[in-house]
């Protein structure tokens, strides 16, 4: 379909009919797609082809870039009847997208009242609830029938993101109550709305509770819609589940690029600058560079063992890879158990004698392994214990240390993502170096 | 509220009065969670007392021992009803955790009917979109006029998950369009389905596509809900964007945990076994244990350069954690841009140009910081000068590699999450280790 559009636009650009068929065939986020691949002139016309209801939608899922050059391009009048037809919520998104000369053609282009909310939506703190509520729901008033209710809902419906879940307000716009669709579309018509909405397990979030909150929130009681209230209260507008998806998404890019050691980044990756990526991962890499350097000491130290038994040099890397792969699978399922809610800090000793029961059974397997290819390697049989028991030492002490480092971390209201791969690596190299060298030195004598 | 319930569950047992008014005010979420903090006896008492109307939702919440415990306890005629009352969805999940009696209890209070579409459902394959489904949707026909299709939604409405979306099926039951119950709302009564439905742009899925293929979907595409047909386009089921929620986190753990080297499971941490947690570790850590040895080689090799300079054996470890945590941050971005869909294979170069570009700053930087710092801790100009250039290579060596591999895996049809920090590390440490030994042969002449 996509690819059918783009051909004509290649080879047949002048049949304007054929396209404008095209484009009321196909679905608004295929066509969004398509401008990636169009330059500036004909993505201009292309854009003005498109069918007159769905144009603000279509937009709204373009990308930033293109989106620039269509407004630059535009005139005001087009320009005001797409931001009338956007959602709130994606014209903030725009805004925040967008450089001020763009920026400022936008507002010039919308009415003081929707100025006034656009500039309350930008004021809200980044990754906070209210920067990604949306303002188009719909409200009822308890006092109001079931009939009044669904011609109103009928009325208004148009401009609304979603209404399985709509909300009851009072005069002075506190947030009163919920009723679903479905609990309205059952009762008789001349029942109140009052007769049948929920009152007392009105979920909502405050604008400034953070999006994370939201998100678990979300998860917990599988809502369709989040009520989002002021500081009196009073309801100022919902978040829907597609910004959820987004949010859940953001959260576990976050997580994984935390635990890879990195500053979270806003922009995916192929948008960010080269120069921005570097600065989100320097400092860390210098961080655990400079932790790593214990390691130097550590060696520095058992020199003179190390060259009396040269052999045992050459386990070094083997060793801590180990340490280092076991202490980061425990790290891992314990950060991704604490941000799904399974684990809690009270597990603490749950998870303690777990990993250690796992590392025993997996380093008792490793360790015999490599016992026997040592063994058939010819090394020297205490060499082959030396190493093999350092390796299940290894192992038992990276599952412990990367199992509850994470918890540690949550108690300390530190991220638990932080505790993952390369920080436990840093530590249990340290740890199963000391192990090996005093092993080394009381089964081999140096 | 939760410890207000406990609490007078705890104290006040035999008001029951008391409690019946507390759970009719409370969350069915809230409610359900409580059952995990009673013993047997309380817990079957207090599921006696909650609202009729709610018992089923509840239940659907309730964690799987508890359902257990709760199942084996009460009537086949109490069963039925809880049953009945369920989504299909959740009475599949419901028997997907249960042990054979118990199964047999449920499936002896189902009517054949129900039978047969639940034994359907087990029978589509793990993941895939069968599997998730739900059959509670609203069908239309495309010659209802908006009246009959209102009396219709409001006649069947009570049982079904969603109508954001309505789909059109023939008598066949194909699946002919959708329609948004806004459109229904905003059309006059004697207009027609057909005249509003859309029949261009359905989006469906197949009962046998992989629920990672259905989550992608409704993150392109915003949806409420996905239709799913079989192999004759028929439809017979939808998926909803609560499941779809689910689908994305299990979908996220499972990347998490193989980019940490482990087998996914299919439980959360704590309810999977010490045996099953190591079975899943194992392989992996064996795997990676052996292809480490590979770094035994080099050094083996060099050994007569170390005797001589055994200065150079305390920056190993060092050098390798830069290399693989490099090496870690580059494939964790690749992995993750590729999972969203913002990377594409073909970008093959552009990754290359950008993880050369920030590996040469990278490296850089940490190379300068070290040729300082061991100047001041007075060693040999020359060793350090081997330290720092094996760190600049290496460092640019590693995001080269870690930014490729998952793209090559990707277009080798192979899960890029495999190609993560465990393997990333294993493949930058033999190359680190021999970049560092031939820099340290021709700049010290060992």
């Known amino acids: 379909m996509k690819n059918e559009l783009l051909d004509i636009v290649e080879n047949n650009f002048s049949n304007k009919q054929l396209i404008k068929k095209k484009l009321a065939d196909m679905n608004i986020v295929d066509i969004a797609e398509i401008f990636d691949d169009l330059e500036k002139e004909k993505a201009l016309q292309i854009f003005r082809l498109l069918p007159k209801n769905k144009a603000a939608d279509i937009f709204s899922y373009i990308s930033p870039e293109k989106q620039k050059l269509i407004i630059e391009a535009i005139t005001d009048k087009e320009l005001g009847k797409i931001i009338d037809d956007l959602y709130l919520d994606d014209t903030v998104d725009l805004l925040e997208e967008m450089p001020a000369n763009v920026v400022r053609k936008i507002l010039k282009n919308t009415d003081r009242a929707t100025r006034k909310i656009i500039n309350q939506f930008l004021n809200y703190p980044e990754d906070s609830a209210g920067s990604v509520m949306t303002i188009e729901y719909v409200d009822l008033q308890k006092d109001m029938t079931i009939r009044e209710a669904i011609d109103m809902i009928r009325k208004t419906v148009e401009d609304k993101e979603t209404f399985e879940i709509c909300y009851v307000v009072s005069e002075e716009r506190l947030l009163e109550g919920t009723v679903s669709i479905k609990d309205i579309l059952l009762t008789d018509d001349d029942k109140k709305i009052s007769d049948i909405m929920d009152n007392k397990n009105i979920i909502y979030v405050n604008t400034t509770d953070d999006k994370e909150f939201v998100s678990k929130l979300f998860m917990k009681y599988d809502c369709s819609s989040l009520a989002v209230v002021d500081n009196e209260k009073r309801l100022v507008g919902i978040i829907t589940v597609d910004d959820v998806v987004d949010i859940i998404q953001d959260e576990n890019t976050e997580d994984f690029e935390l635990m890879a050691a990195m500053t979270p980044s806003e922009k995916p990756y192929l948008k960010t600058s ?173």
Not at 280 to 297: C, D, E, K, Q
Request: aromatic residues 10%.
């Open 274 to 446: 080269i120069l921005k990526l570097a600065i989100n991962r320097i400092p860390w890499l210098l961080f655990l560079m400079i932790s790593a350097t214990l390691t130097g000491f550590v060696i520095n130290n058992f020199e003179s063992g190390l060259a009396k038994e040269s052999v045992l040099i050459a386990f070094i890397p083997m060793l801590m890879d180990t340490g280092g792969n076991s202490g980061s699978q425990a790290a891992t399922l314990a950060i991704r158990g604490l941000a799904l809610n399974e684990i809690k800090t009270s597990d603490f000793f749950a998870i303690m004698f777990k990993e250690s029961s796992v590392g025993l059974i997996a380093g008792f397997v490793l360790a015999v392994f490599n016992f026997f290819r040592l063994l058939i390697l010819k090394y020297d049989i205490l060499v082959a214990l030396t190493v093999c028991s350092s390796i299940l030492l290894t192992v038992v002490i990276s599952n412990i240390i990367g199992g509850i480092l994470p918890l540690i971390a949550k108690f300390l209201k530190l991220d638990p993502a932080l505790m993952a791969a390369p920080l436990i690596t840093t530590i249990v190299d340290v740890i199963s170096l000391i192990a090996y060298f005093c092993i080394a030195s009381s089964l081999l004598n140096i």
